[in-house]
Structures are given as structure tokens and as C-alpha cells.
């Protein structure tokens, strides 16, 4: 089992940034993460994803070049840095993890989620 907990969101004027973190417990080695977001209406979308040695990142083509996710396996801990942040952006965030050596990009391949932040950019 491993448990998440996900936080820094925020309300952020357009152009700003927010580091979100999602700190995790319990049987954590071995896993990948990823992040997830959720916007009104809509399905969850992929963002990112890391590896557990952290060699392997994949972002979705909307965030590249602005989002950077990294992990602190002493911390058990991963972020995911925004910056230039749009109000398209605007959503519910989730860390995610799984296990296994690949970074998946479809929620369903995530067996432990995050109980979600909330990150509101504002035009």
C-alpha cells in the first residue's frame, strides 16, 4: 500500500508559478509517479510522470517547457514546479503512483492517488 498526499495549490495570477508536493508513505520503493489533473467538466488529463530513479520524466505536449517534476526518494517526496502558469491550466491536481519500472501516461494504470489541490490561474 502506499499513501499520498498532495498540496501547494493555489490561486496565481497568469504568468506566476506554484510548486505543487506529494509526499508519500508506506511501501514506496520501486515506484513511479505521476501527476494528473482534473479541470471542471472535463477528464483527467495526464501532466507528468518520473521514474523512481528519476533518469525518466515525460510531460504532456501543453506543459513542456514550463512544468519540471523531480523526486526526493530520501524524502520520499515529488514535486512538480509550474511556472508561466496559464488559466487553462486551472484544475484539480493529482499525484499518483504506481509500481514498476514504467512511467505510464493513462490514469488507470495508477493504483494509489492523492486526495487532489486545487490550483486556480487567474487572467
Known amino acids: 500500500q502506499v499513501h499520498l498526499v498532495d498540496s501547494g495549490g493555489g490561486l496565481v495570477q497568469a504568468g506566476g508559478s506554484l510548486r505543487l508536493d506529494c509526499a508519500a508513505s508506506g511501501r514506496t520503493f520501486s515506484t513511479t509517479m505521476g501527476w494528473f489533473r482534473q479541470a471542471s467538466g472535463k477528464e483527467r488529463e495526464f501532466v507528468s510522470g518520473i521514474s523512481w530513479s528519476g533518469g525518466a520524466t515525460y510531460y504532456a505536449d501543453s506543459v513542456k517547457g514550463r512544468f519540471t517534476i523531480s523526486r526526493d526518494n530520501a524524502k520520499n517526496t515529488v514535486y512538480l514546479q509550474m511556472n508561466s502558469l496559464k488559466p487553462e491550466d486551472t484544475a484539480v491536481y493529482y499525484c499518483?503512483?504506481?509500481?514498476?519500472?514504467?512511467?505510464?501516461?493513462?490514469?488507470?494504470?495508477?493504483?494509489?492517488w492523492g486526495q487532489g489541490t486545487q490550483v486556480t490561474v487567474s487572467s
Open positions: 499518483a503512483a504506481r509500481s514498476g519500472a514504467i512511467v505510464a501516461t493513462i490514469a488507470a494504470s495508477y493504483g494509489y
